[in-house]
């Protein structure tokens, strides 16, 4: 079985700053690329970043330079820091990996999402 566990979001004023992490846990064998999405009320779902397992990053235009996505391959964990956040940012922020997965002798590659956590920016 594997989870990915989000953690750090909050209600933070206009300008602040959070931390988000994301672990991955179970019949992990390696993993691929890891992200972050988010969905506001009403919208569909966006990326807001990427970082493959050797670093590259990508970012939605909306927050570059604002965000820093990063991981610890070691921990199968992936972070956003956000800073300078706006009320625009609000939305249940969500983590993705690309996983591979070895089960007894096989190997499978899956996508899997978090359960999600909410930001909120407000005054």
């Known amino acids: 079985q594997v989870q990915l566990v989000e953690s750090g979001g909050g209600l933070v004023q206009p300008g602040g700053s959070l931390r988000l992490s994301c672990v991955a846990s179970g019949s992990i064998f390696s993993i691929n690329a890891m992200g972050w999405y988010r969905q506001a009320p009403g919208k569909q779902r966006e990326l807001v970043a990427t970082?493959?397992?050797?670093?590259?990053?990508n970012y939605a235009d909306s927050v570059k330079g604002r965000f820093t996505i990063s991981r610890d391959n070691a921990k199968n964990t992936v972070y956003l820091q956000m800073n300078s956040l706006k009320p625009e940012d609000t939305a249940v922020y969500y983590c993705?990996?690309?996983?591979?997965?070895?089960?007894?002798?096989?190997?499978?590659?899956?996508?899997?999402w978090g359960q999600g956590t909410q930001v909120t920016v407000s005054s």
């Open positions: 993705n990996a690309d996983l591979r997965l070895k089960i007894l002798s096989l190997y499978t590659d899956s996508e899997y």
């Open positions: 970082i493959t397992s050797g670093g590259s990053t």
